[in-house]
């Protein structure tokens, strides 16, 4: 009830999602200058942080380092730290008096990708791979930039604790590039044992948009994913003697066109939905008809229903597209259930209020509203096992000069996420994600004047 009720108060500051009237929210504009002075003194110290962080990256389920080094940054600010949540997953909590409990969560694994940035600070981290060779690990999804405006976010509220009242939830979590770290800090319990959050809130870096600017998606944000194996049995033989055999490869590919009718002929057309075969693999030479092949499928919708819709669609089109083939025996179709991500829907009152603090803060030519997208991020699992508001958004990271260039005709395209290439510009990415953050906490606790 006390979560509904702090909802109710949101909501009444911004009762109206027209673009044309848009909500008031509870923007401490009395802070401002606080905020700016604080970034101004904490930002050399942040981008040190990252460039450790950036040189030292750690890759899923592998982050004890990370975690240490916020664990001891927060310890530092006052809060009450709970590690080895989930894996190397913590936990800061400040308890400022009565009021919203306000959780923001920020991710800390990174990627086993050679990173070709050129940075004098670039990751020259190795790993051993299980057949002997190495790879290597890069930051290429900008989790270095999330922990830094984590830290930096949870060191500013500690800073005017004197000025809000509520509790601070700073949640660092492990596994998130395999879909895995949400899953498992909740299943660790720390929920029944710290303050349940009545917001959740995450940002994201984007390699789209200029370092100094935010973007937000209102509603469906990112998308379920889901990853299925498909295992097709045939009837091995010589490729000179097909009508000996029942050929695996040849329903397979039946299978893959069938698939497509998913989503063009079960699928509501105003659902979005994609069902993409990433692998295919069967037979040893040019002249044997194998006895197998194995599909690998990433399969990918908002809404549970759909998602309902695209697994049990897969599951009958194999099966009969086999029988139908004269297979041998009924294929397997396996949903890898432990690695799936849930979609992230954000509430579309928060995510109201949350522009206009954004705009507030940064000024209004400096944030946008975005497409929603289909890549995943298992964020969205907190405020959905929570049953409470939840938002993530979006973090321009591309500096201003390469970001003009990038418009010109002809220009090569920017360097996407998870790419070698990847490069946030560290200032003034750094110094909006924490000063948004931070204005969009403060605008949820209570106000003390």
Known sequence: MRAIAIFAILSAVAPCLSADDPPRAMYRADMADEIDAMIARGISGWIDYYKDLHAHPELSEHERESARKIADHLTRAGYSVTSGIGGHGLVGVLVNGKGPTVLIRGDMDALPVMEETGLPYASEVRVPRPDGSTVGVMHACGHDIHQTCLVGTAQLLAAMRDRWRGTALILAQPAEEIGKGARLMIESG??????????????HVSAGDPAGTVAYTPGWALAN?????????????HGSRPHETVDPVVAAAQIIVSLQTIVSRRVDPLES???????I???SKHNIISDEAVLQLTVRSYSDETRRV???????????????MGC????????REDEFTPSTYNDLELAAAAAEVFRQAIGAERVRVRAPVMGGEDFGRYPRHLGVPGLIFWLGSVSSATYEASLEPGADPLPSLHSNKFAPDPKPTIETGVKCMTSLALALFDTVE
């Open 225 to 237: 994913v889901d990853s299925v194996d498909i295992r097709i049995f045939g009837r091995g033989g």
């Open 190 to 203: 720390i929920f029944d044992r710290i303050n349940r959050p009545d917001f959740c809130l995450a940002l």
């Open 328 to 335: 041998e025996k009924d294929p397997i179709v396996y949903v």
């Open 310 to 324: 695209l697994l049990d669609g897969i599951r009958d089109v194999t099966l009969h597209t086999c029988r139908a």
């Open 281 to 283: 693999h069967a037979g």
């Open 273 to 279: 939905a994609v069902i993409t075969v990433g692998s």
